[in-house]
């Protein structure tokens, strides 16, 4: 179970087809199982998909558009693979963006008198605080006493939303307000748009800053070089005089940290506040795209923007076509089970 | 009132005993099925369908129970034969089964999240003559369905199934030593493929249950992660029936007082926490009893 994704050793030269394989693979078959979806109720796969290409990349609006939604992904994607290359099979990464969600918006609506320069920080600190905090239990579980930190997370990820559900229903509801949600955070909490007429914020750019930072860890950091050791192969780890436990619970808490992060900037760069389930499954999506990138800085990068167009354009598409959204989800939801399905052994007979 | 809620607590605990005790018989077979409540959605779905225009609903429970035994067949190959990562696998079914359905219901029936038909034939209730009367009792006892009966009949069967027969002897041997059975002549893949197809039957049963059985409509949040609350009580049960079905029994309570409770103060979404926070507390007091035998320090 701890091999989900083992970043594979960056090597020079000839080993870049068969990665790029691997990860092109699930892609094409969901695509292709998606197109059978599409032909049977009626829609033409081609034009859809060609629909979903112009209207996410075809102008610079669009693109800002697809960065926009991409910007979570990152977050979540990097939150997750930094989980999982250290064999910490951390699948609750939404219950962070919830709870860090909220935690950054009640910053952006409490300390109003704060001025921008420290208010956008506090309450992004708050969210990554939070999501850290979140991730304590699980953490403390797996590295201490051994217990399944897969069971653990998903079942925080349910308590999560039902508390966050809770604090905005009851002590921290706007006041005269029906629908659960917090205020409105203040102006300056408000993380600075990019670009005039779109969503895309500052979000990104820090998205953009933890990719890099991912990248340089993962390849010249000892605790990066560690890590990876750790979850390929934890007896090789601890014989060599690892603390692999230890290890396991700091990337626990990084991996919540980053997903504490996740909901901090979707709150203070998108919505504007905490609203009641207002991740439509961004952890989720980010085991999927930390897996389609195979744990890999740049791979996670590409596997966001690529979920993130597939979002954005899918919301518009059933504007001008009659094509469901959900179209969107399929295909996620197949392309995470693709990329950890090894094809190769149907054409090859297994050993005995 | 009290028989109200006995009666409520044991409609609630049905749809999630037949999907833990599937679940469990599949991993007890080597495999932790996230998937359950994709195939509660689509046995809901299909069974409230095969139900309308006065169906009959035995076909309807067979079709629902089918339809979650074929996507249950679908998730363990791609396990067994692909390799794949059951946990990845089993939350990807979610998102898929979610996206289908909803997909289907806008392209078919051009309605967003609830399907709503004509005529559907819901689950016939059994009154048992002299003690539906008996107060307690008869809340017990009387006014149930089949499914309800079916899923307690099937909770002793399972405990005698997994340690009297030769094909539960098989299971537990695919699922604690599948290199062992292997070397014994049988197919564990096989066993554990097999284990997928029946928590999906018993899973896409449950999904039936609550759309013919408890509402009579289809709606899209209509497992209300209930495939996850019974994965919740096989964890709690540690895998043992009787134990499972505790937990299932708990958990309907809960879901029973959640009900009562909205409206009086107490907030609803904390008692929805509960079930899960049992089960991390369950399992943190397992470690720390295994810890203690070994004898090793905290």
Known sequence: MATVVSPAPTGRGTVFVKPLVETLLPLLLALVLAAIVLLLAGHNPLEVYSLLATESFGSMKRIASTLAAATPLIFTGLATAIAFRTGAFNVGVEGCVNVGGLAAAFVGFTFVSLSGFLLLPAALIAAALVGTLWMVIPGLLKSRLDVDEVVTTLMLNFIAVSLTAYLVNGPLLAPGSANSATPMIADAARLPKLMRGSTL???????????????????????????????????????????VPGLVFKMMLLSGAIGGLAGGVHALGNVFRYVSGFSPGYGFVGIAVALLGRGNAWGILLAAILFGALATSGATIQLFSDVPIEIVNILQGMVMIFAVARFSNIWRRRKA | MIDNIIHAALIMTTP?????????????????????????????????????????????????????????????????????????????????????????????????????????????????????????????????????????????????????????????AAGAGPKAARALGLDPLFTRDASTVFAGFMSGL??????????????????????????????????????????????????????????????????????????????TVIAVSARKSRGARL
């Open chain 2, 16 to 172: 999630v005993l037949l999907a833990a005790l599937g679940g469990l018989i599949n991993r007890t077979g080597g495999l932790v099925n996230i998937g359950l409540d994709s195939m509660m959605l689509v046995g809901a779905l299909v069974g409230v369908i095969l139900a309308a225009g006065h169906g009959s609903w035995a076909v309807a429970l067979l079709g629902a129970g089918f339809a979650g035994a074929s996507l249950g067949l679908l998730m363990s190959l791609t396990i067994t034969r692909l390799d794949a990562n059951e946990i990845i696998v089993g939350l990807g079914f979610n998102i898929v089964a979610a996206g289908l359905v909803r997909f289907f219901l806008k392209s078919a029936y051009d309605t967003s999240g609830t399907l709503s038909l004509p005529d559907v034939t819901r689950l016939p209730r059994w009154d048992i003559p002299v003690i539906a009367d008996i107060p307690v009792l008869g809340a017990i006892f009387s006014g149930h369905d089949i499914l309800t009966w079916l899923a307690w009949t099937l909770m002793p069967l399972t405990v005698w199934f997994l340690a009297r027969t030769r094909a539960g002897l098989r299971l537990r």
């Open chain 2, 206 to 283: 449950a999904g039936a249950y609550l759309s013919i059985g408890v509402v009579g409509i289809f709606n899209e949040g209509i497992t209300a992660g209930r495939g996850f609350i019974a994965l919740a009580a096989f964890y709690f049960g540690r895998n043992r029936p009787v134990m499972t079905a505790v937990g299932a029994l708990l958990f309907g309570f809960f879901d029973a007082f959640q009900i009562r409770l909205q409206g009086r103060g107490v907030p609803a979404e904390l008692v929805q926490t509960l079930p899960y926070v049992m089960v991390i507390v369950i399992l």
């Open chain 1, 201 to 243: 914020n500052a979000g990104f750019l820090i998205a953009l800053a933890l990719v890099i930072l991912y990248w340089f860890w993962g390849k010249w950091a000892a605790l990066g070089f560690e890590t990876r050791i750790a979850g390929m192969n934890a007896r090789f780890a601890t014989a060599s005089g690892m603390n």
